[in-house]
């Protein structure tokens, strides 16, 4: 599920391209957060926080961050990682569910390294959400990026967070895990060794084209140009509509496509399924703390004839106190269901032999 590249070095800015792949559409909507906006960890409720920053994210289901920025040009990036494994959080440790794992990121920090800090002294659990798609449990990794170039890449494979982190990590897929696709890369030309680039959608043959050509980009001479360039780059990285392959949400089509530009604080969205780009200037919001949570309504107001087009900075909406209280009732009861897996599987387990008795 998805690609993310950066391109740290656009003739002083630095850009970053963004493929969301999935077998089906996720009703991905754009919300304007302001500072001061009060969360909880979406677990027991023992880590709380008020927005330190305000963000721009795009949503699935208008109730999980999936991928955003904030006002200070750190960025974040949650990805299909089919080998993570959360293990069985403690009650006593610092946790974060899914839902608003990016969003904790995009409230709390500046740059990568103050994220990458906090994430190795707290040694933040994830707990897994609800997957309202079909699939029980989300197995995810983040990818986060500054207005100075830095990266990092946050996997979970033993439960606790194992942390990459160098402007030299420019590029992340999806399986294998982060450490594998590294070494991976290096027999193809340009990247260490003889072989031609892969062609296939496989997320290590998607690693190696995107990091080839951002390794080989000629610099832009205009903030248009090097939004260009990441759309060509995250484009020859994206996946085909197809048949879904069974069990693979990560081997799906690409549903949308964002740029982000981390110097000059714009966001550039482009569906796939509804085609039409938009863009959004943060110098024409306001994050300031009291401001109202506003939606930009892609899912019904996006498409390629009479939709929304160019820039809609000043077309997001107030979806008022109802829906906003609805939706956070969503985000509860999907948290709510994670956390009764174990009584799930058990009830699953006892009604599968009641059957198989029966038909004997």
């Given at each position: 599920?998805?690609?993310?590249?950066?391109?740290?070095?656009?003739?002083?800015?630095?850009?970053?391209?963004?493929?969301?792949?999935?077998?089906?559409?996720?009703?991905?909507?754009?919300?304007?957060?302001?500072?001061?906006?009060?969360?909880?960890?979406?677990?027991?409720?023992?880590?709380?926080?008020?927005?330190?920053?305000?963000?721009?994210?795009?949503?699935?289901?208008?109730?999980?961050?999936?991928?955003?920025?904030?006002?200070?040009?750190?960025?974040?990036?949650?990805?299909?990682?089919?080998?993570?494994?959360?293990?069985?959080?403690?009650?006593?440790?610092?946790?974060?569910?899914?839902?608003?794992?990016?969003?904790?990121?995009?409230?709390?920090?500046?740059?990568?390294?103050?994220?990458?800090?906090?994430?190795?002294?707290?040694?933040?659990?994830?707990?897994?959400?609800?997957?309202?798609?079909?699939?029980?449990?989300?197995?995810?990794?983040?990818?986060?990026?500054?207005?100075?170039?830095?990266?990092?890449?946050?996997?979970?494979?033993?439960?606790?967070?194992?942390?990459?982190?160098?402007?030299?990590?420019?590029?992340?897929?999806?399986?294998?895990?982060?450490?594998?696709?590294?070494?991976?890369?290096?027999?193809?030309?340009?990247?260490?060794?003889?072989?031609?680039?892969?062609?296939?959608?496989?997320?290590?043959?998607?690693?190696?084209?995107?990091?080839?050509?951002?390794?080989?980009?000629?610099?832009?001479?205009?903030?248009?140009?090097?939004?260009?360039?990441?759309?060509?780059?995250?484009?020859?990285?994206?996946?085909?509509?197809?048949?879904?392959?069974?069990?693979?949400?990560?081997?799906?089509?690409?549903?949308?496509?964002?740029?982000?530009?981390?110097?000059?604080?714009?966001?550039?969205?482009?569906?796939?399924?509804?085609?039409?780009?938009?863009?959004?200037?943060?110098?024409?919001?306001?994050?300031?703390?009291?401001?109202?949570?506003?939606?930009?309504?892609?899912?019904?107001?996006?498409?390629?004839?009479?939709?929304?087009?160019?820039?809609?900075?000043?077309?997001?909406?107030?979806?008022?106190?109802?829906?906003?209280?609805?939706?956070?009732?969503?985000?509860?009861?999907?948290?709510?269901?994670?956390?009764k897996q174990d009584e799930f599987a058990e009830i699953k387990k006892a009604?599968?032999?009641?059957?198989?008795?029966?038909?004997?």
């Amino acid at each position: 599920m998805c690609t993310r590249v950066v391109w740290s070095d656009a003739n002083g800015s630095v850009i970053v391209g963004r493929n969301m792949d999935f077998h089906m559409d996720l009703l991905s909507n754009l919300w304007k957060y302001p500072r001061g906006i009060e969360r909880t960890d979406g677990v027991h409720g023992s880590l709380t926080w008020r927005a330190k920053y305000g963000s721009l994210v795009a949503t699935a289901f208008d109730l999980i961050a999936t991928d955003g920025m904030n006002e200070e040009g750190f960025a974040g990036h949650i990805l299909w990682l089919a080998e993570s494994n959360y293990g069985k959080p403690e009650a006593s440790a610092t946790q974060l569910s899914q839902a608003v794992w990016l969003q904790y990121y995009l409230d709390n920090f500046a740059t990568v390294a103050e994220a990458v800090a906090w994430t190795n002294d707290s040694q933040v659990e994830i707990a897994q959400l609800f997957d309202p798609t079909g699939h029980l449990v989300p197995t995810l990794h983040l990818a986060i990026n500054d207005a100075s170039g830095d990266s990092a890449i946050i996997e979970y494979v033993d439960g606790t967070p194992t942390v990459y982190h160098s402007r030299d990590y420019k590029v992340m897929t999806n399986s294998p895990t982060y450490d594998q696709q590294l070494e991976l890369v290096k027999v193809y030309e340009g990247l260490g060794g003889d072989r031609p680039l892969p062609g296939s959608t496989l997320a290590s043959d998607r690693f190696a084209r995107a990091l080839f050509y951002v390794e080989h980009q000629v610099q832009p001479t205009t903030q248009v140009e090097a939004i260009a360039a990441m759309f060509s780059i995250i484009r020859n990285a994206a996946q085909p509509f197809r048949t879904p392959e069974p069990g693979k949400p990560d081997a799906s089509q690409t549903i949308w496509q964002v740029v982000l530009d981390l110097t000059n604080k714009r966001y550039v969205f482009e569906s796939t399924t509804r085609p039409g780009m938009v863009w959004v200037d943060f110098d024409e919001l306001s994050f300031a703390e009291g401001t109202k949570t506003l939606r930009l309504d892609l899912v019904s107001r996006l498409a390629l004839e009479g939709g929304l087009a160019g820039d809609v900075s000043h077309r997001f909406t107030d979806v008022g106190e109802l829906a906003t209280s609805a939706l956070a009732t969503g985000v509860e009861a999907l948290e709510f269901v994670a956390t009764k897996q174990d009584e799930f599987a058990e009830i699953k387990k006892a009604v599968q032999q009641l059957v198989g008795a029966k038909k004997k």
